[in-house]
């Protein structure tokens, strides 16, 4: 009877994983759960500030001299439970590479030193259906995770307000937010699925992952502003040009007939500003920008990088395994 049982728990690969690693994915679970809870009592906590601060009767503009301290405390407060949806969104944003790392190690290169693998490939699954589990099962559960822990901050937030505003291409906001988080996810499964079956010792493909996953991000989130057109605006020399609100800024100078000149070239306060741009020959300001209607269009550009990536890395993984297992 035991044997009949052990063979029926090791029938399907995904189901040994999952048997395998069910305290890390209880663990997980919790840790997920316990930063969802803490995403709702910051937008509790922001709601009660707010509500007491406008029932003394004050706001942040008001000049009476009673108010400046609750004012004070009031901005305060508020900063930093901004500062702690900042923290989290950066959580979010390494949350894949640290992924990757733990499906190259424990889940992929561990088997190989422990030699269980072999014990997988003599039941009724093929080594091709062991590393689909090893794909398909995480990157199941983590898009589900990583997905709503993305719409709940999304969602706080939004919800958060006060006098510190959040703006859609701040780090921590654009790359824990929309369809990135998701495939950031993938790709650092793929990627650690690939190096674990590549080196096959456990601490050097954890390491060789994490590295990996988070170059893509760090490399990704530098190139960001080169990844759809940007919009340039030109404007006279003093004609109150006005930023476009929410935007995204690139970059932005003065134009001459030969070149142009970088943007506090006449900031000092000694000088004419007018006068001075007119002496070095300035035709025209220039500002390049992405407005806010870039968001989604910035957003599926870097997905589908990143889905690239990890179709690469599957199928270099497949070709792998295809090689050790002859």
Not at 149 to 174: M, N, Q
Not at 254 to 264: Q, R, S, Y
Request: glycine share 10%; aromatic share 8%.
């Amino acid at each position: 009877m035991s044997t009949l049982t052990n063979v029926r728990t090791l029938r399907g690969p995904s189901r040994v994983l999952l048997r395998v690693h069910r305290r890390t994915l209880w663990a997980s679970g919790a840790v997920a759960a316990v930063a969802v809870v803490g995403m709702i009592v910051v937008v509790l906590l922001a709601d009660r500030l707010t509500g007491g601060f406008a029932d003394i009767g004050c706001t942040l503009n008001s000049s009476a001299e009673a108010c400046f301290q609750p004012a004070r405390d009031y901005s305060d407060r508020m900063l930093d439970l901004g500062r702690m949806l900042t923290y989290l969104g950066l959580a979010l944003i390494a949350l894949p590479a640290v992924i990757g790392a733990f499906v190259a190690g424990p889940m992929v290169a561990r088997e190989w030193e422990n030699n269980t693998v072999k014990l997988s490939w003599t039941q009724s699954s093929p080594p091709s259906a062991w590393l689909a589990g090893r794909l398909a099962v995480p990157a199941a559960l983590v898009v589900c995770g990583i997905t709503v822990l993305s719409a709940v901050l999304s969602w706080s937030r939004d919800r958060l307000g006060g006098p510190y505003p959040i703006f859609w291409h701040d780090v921590s906001v654009f790359g824990a937010s929309g369809t990135v988080p998701a495939a950031g996810a993938l790709m650092s499964i793929a990627i650690g699925t690939f190096v674990g079956l590549a080196l096959r010792r456990t601490v050097p493909a954890m390491a060789v992952s994490l590295f990996v996953s988070g170059l893509v991000t760090v490399v990704l989130g530098m190139l960001r502003d080169s990844l759809w057109p940007a919009v340039r605006d030109t404007f006279a020399p003093g004609d109150g040009y006005l930023w476009p609100d929410g935007a995204a800024i690139i970059e932005w100078g003065w134009a001459t007939n030969g070149g142009v000149l970088p943007a506090d070239i006449c900031a000092d306060a000694s000088v004419d500003h007018e006068v001075c741009l007119a002496e070095r020959g300035v035709t025209h300001g220039y500002l390049d920008h992405h407005p806010a209607s870039h968001y989604w269009p910035l957003q599926l550009v870097e997905t589908g990088i990143l889905l690239a990536l990890a179709a690469l890395a599957v199928f270099a993984a497949f070709r792998v395994l295809r090689r050790l297992h002859g």
